[in-house]
């Protein structure tokens, strides 16, 4: 019996560029990169190493069918999940109803939901939600301080209260929990769309992203789903930059010495840490290709291969040999049953530090050498944490799509002579992968192939 | 609670049946002043909680889980919102 094959037949995307897949797509190949400094507020708390940083343009939620209601008891990271899984489902075809208002629970016509899964990841979850809990708790007491608020204090730290007792709600939210818990986008989108198979988190940092995506593929693989929602959504934008300088605490973070355009360049020799990004969230669905087929879907690409490893070195930085990265491409390589000379275009991790980018270079292109194209979307988008993985999905999806690849931006002097691609590229793609690797230690891997065009 | 000294105004009380509709999901057929939150109308505790929240927003006041242990019918709701809602909203 031949393996189930799996196609990749709806995208929906949330980033940096914009509020839909098509928005950041056209912004990825126009190389336009989102970058801004961060709030001014935030240096009320903490003097930052870096001042840039990825935000999110305005993203218009009711028309995702989120209700003001709903807004209450969702975290961000889950708002995002819902709005690129519903522009994920338009985009598949499958048109869906509100089956229950009370609940917002929808269903999608002709879908079997017994035989639909759901594969997120995210790094921090419903990180967020938590701060302004905290915050609703350990201020109860000062909270009636509220009423100086409005004019400037001749101190700093009155200044710096007032701003937080502003952003205080009435009462702490009863949905918390349910908020908070990491597995709160995936139940999210289950519950929303009557989804009730495999319903799965990946908790795996800044490697989510793919490693939902590569789940998803063997899930439907091994016939526990015919189609499954994946990908990954991220939120950390707290009013007061406290997971900023987490990252920037860490050292991880891009510095602006060259600029705020210039400061988030992957690859190039003059980086000096990843852009962080507000958040983010793709979806793809994936689907069984006969199950698509039938329906008279429109295949956008065909997931090949997935394979993942772990590090067992250090929870914040990568094994300098780079040695379970390489086993996790040469993983999905296997599964995909091509060789590294087959592969025409990489996706990289690319995220701009100092060590990410000198292993990872050197781990391509002991693998690949330098014929393939290699980017990093992160040089635009910005790292999106536990989205990043789902939103490079789908930009190789697209690509193999488009049969175009967009340029790395800010690549002056690469670290390595790879097949970077500096600008929009036309290129024959037959055959792309994806990677990421984490803090903690995960490494994972995609292969992609273009479409069948019959 | 059910007898507020001055009787509620429509605007409120149109106010809080949207307030009801919305969290509950009831879009059509009549709900009485007198249907009981739970028993008539289906709310569960999850909904309770829900729909001290959409008053709260609707009406930019707090209201303390005290009061909203006491409101048992959709008329208990109009007429804590009446009586207390001032020109700071419900405080």
């Known amino acids: ?16 560029l914009g509020g839909a897949a098509p928005a950041c797509w056209d912004a990825c190949l126009a190389g336009r990169a989102a970058v801004a400094p961060i709030p001014d507020a935030w240096l009320r708390w903490s003097g ?4 840039v940083w990825a935000p999110l343009p305005a993203i218009d939620f009711a ?7 709903e807004e209450m008891r969702l975290d ?6 819902v709005v690129a899984a519903d522009e994920a489902l338009a985009d598949a075809g499958l048109e869906r109803s509100l089956v229950d208002v009370k609940r917002g629970i929808w269903q999608a016509a002709g879908l079997d939901g017994e035989r639909a899964g759901v594969f997120m990841g995210t790094a921090v979850a419903g990180i967020t939600t938590l701060i302004a809990a905290q915050n609703a708790h350990l201020l109860a007491p000062v909270q009636p301080l509220e009423r100086r608020g409005g004019a400037e204090h001749a101190d700093p730290a009155s200044d710096a209260l007032d701003a937080l007792l502003a952003t205080l709600p009435k009462r702490f939210n009863p949905f918390s929990v349910a908020m908070i818990m990491p597995n709160a986008v995936s139940a999210t989108l289950g519950a929303r769309y009557s989804l009730r198979g495999p ?6 940092a800044c490697a989510a992203g793919t490693a939902a995506v590569g789940h998803a593929l063997r899930s439907i693989r091994a016939g526990d789903t015919d189609l499954a929602l994946c990908g990954g959504a991220e939120f950390v934008g707290d009013p007061f930059g406290g997971v900023f300088r987490a990252f920037d605490t860490a050292r991880t973070l891009a510095s602006a010495v060259a600029g705020t355009e210039g400061a988030n360049r992957p690859f190039d020799r003059g980086r000096t840490g990843f852009l962080l990004a507000e958040g983010g969230a793709a979806v793809l669905v994936c689907e069984e290709l006969e199950h698509a087929r039938r329906r008279g879907a429109r295949v956008c690409a065909e997931i090949v291969g997935y394979g993942e490893t772990f590090d067992a070195y250090s929870m914040m930085i990568m ?5 379970q990265l390489t086993r996790a491409l040469g993983a999905a390589l296997a599964d995909a049953g091509i060789a590294p000379a087959d592969v025409d275009y990489v996706n990289a991790h690319g995220t701009g530090t100092v060590v990410n980018d000198d292993v990872e270079s050197a781990v391509i292109e002991d693998l690949f050498g330098s014929r393939p194209l290699v980017n990093a979307t992160k040089s635009l988008t910005g790292h999106c944490l536990g989205a990043s993985g789902a939103i490079e999905a789908a930009v190789v999806a697209l690509s193999l799509r488009d049969q175009r690849v967009h340029g790395c931006a800010n690549l002056e002097d690469p670290v390595r002579p790879l097949g970077f691609a500096r600008r929009t590229t036309d290129a024959a793609l037959r055959w792309a992968v994806s990677q990421s690797s984490a803090f903690g230690g995960h490494n994972a891997a995609l292969v992609m192939r273009q479409a069948d065009t019959v | 609670m059910s007898d507020p000294s001055s009787p509620p105004s429509t605007d409120v009380a149109a106010r809080v049946e949207t307030v009801i509709r919305d969290v509950l999901g009831l879009e059509s057929g009549d709900v009485p002043a007198s249907s009981r939150l739970r028993e008539d109308l289906g709310a569960d505790s999850v909904d ?12 930019k ?9 006491r409101l048992a019918t959709v008329e208990d709701v109009v007429a804590h919102v009446s009586l207390r809602i001032g020109a700071q909203g419900l405080s």
């Open chain 1, 48 to 51: 930052c190493q870096s001042t």
């Open chain 2, 48 to 59: 309770a909680v829900m729909l001290v929240m959409a008053l709260e927003r609707e009406f």
């Open chain 1, 1 to 16: 019996m031949s393996r189930r094959r799996v196609v990749v037949t709806g995208i929906g995307m949330v980033s940096p």
């Open chain 1, 199 to 204: 319903n799965v988190t990946c908790a795996m």
């Open chain 1, 63 to 69: 028309a995702a069918g989120i209700t003001p209601l």
């Open chain 2, 61 to 69: 006041g707090k209201i303390s889980d005290e009061e909203a242990a």
């Open chain 1, 319 to 323: 094994e300098p040999s780079g040695r």
């Open chain 1, 76 to 81: 961000r990271s889950a708002m995002l999940a």
